[in-house]
T-cell receptor, first 111, second 118 residues
């Protein structure tokens, strides 16, 4: 399982776009990149997943460069309720779904 | 999306007693489930992989005799903390992948169980 590195924390203001970058230099060919969000005293919640280029859903976008050694989660127009910890995970789950969490990024959105 | 539930959501027990935590996949079958532990302000730490019909696989440093895992059906895995001590107080979270979603590898997480050992 590839090791990931993210900023420990980030601050933002309501209405701003937030970009959180994750480094995964040892990503393997079959690995997918998945981002989860976790609020205090809750289980993580799936945000978005991608393999390459750009993926967008109703809550976020995921940008993955051609070399796939990093990825950027983009949250448009954050609100106070987006204050949470965001985890970037990399893995080939076709064979086992084992998931190892890194430290995550604590995002604090201010009014 | 798929739903994973946990019971209880919180539990307080006395030191030396055992506590059982249940993890259920509500609308899909899960041959594999995972158990995590999370201390305050820290990330999730994978404890073990629960396999339906076979023994669980424990991560290095996790005592299998202390954290008993049983995966007796395709929708239920249980974690029993035996002879609990205050240092076992933590937030326990389970997850299950849903291989039914073609092209995705999504893990569904339970809401967690807060264990406090007094």
């Amino acid at each position: 399982l590839a090791k990931t590195t993210q900023p420990i924390s980030m601050d933002s203001y309501e209405g701003q776009e937030v970009n959180i970058t994750c480094s995964h230099n040892n990503i393997a060919t079959n690995d997918y990149i998945t981002w989860y969000q976790q609020f205090p005293s809750q289980g993580p919640r799936f945000i978005i997943q991608g393999y390459k280029t750009k993926v967008t859903n109703e809550v976020a976008s995921l940008f993955i460069p051609a070399d796939r050694k990093s990825s950027t989660l983009s949250l448009p127009r954050v609100s106070l309720s987006d204050t949470a910890v965001y985890y970037c995970l990399v893995g080939d789950w076709g064979g086992g779904f084992k998931t190892i969490f890194g430290a995550g990024t604590r995002l604090f959105v201010k009014a | 999306g798929a739903v994973v539930s946990q019971h209880p959501s919180w539990v307080i027990c006395k030191s030396g007693t055992s506590v059982k935590i249940e993890c259920r996949s509500l609308d899909f079958q899960a041959t594999t489930m995972f158990w995590y532990r999370q201390f305050p302000k820290q990330s999730l730490m994978l404890m073990a992989t629960s396999n339906e019909g076979s023994k669980a696989t424990y991560e290095q440093g996790v005592e299998k005799d202390k954290f008993l895992i049983n995966h007796a059906s395709l929708t239920l895995s249980t974690l029993t903390v035996t002879s609990a001590h205050p240092e076992d107080s933590s937030f326990y979270i389970c997850s299950a992948p849903d291989p039914g979603l073609a092209g995705t590898y999504e893990q569904y997480f339970g809401p967690g169980t807060r264990l406090t050992v007094t």
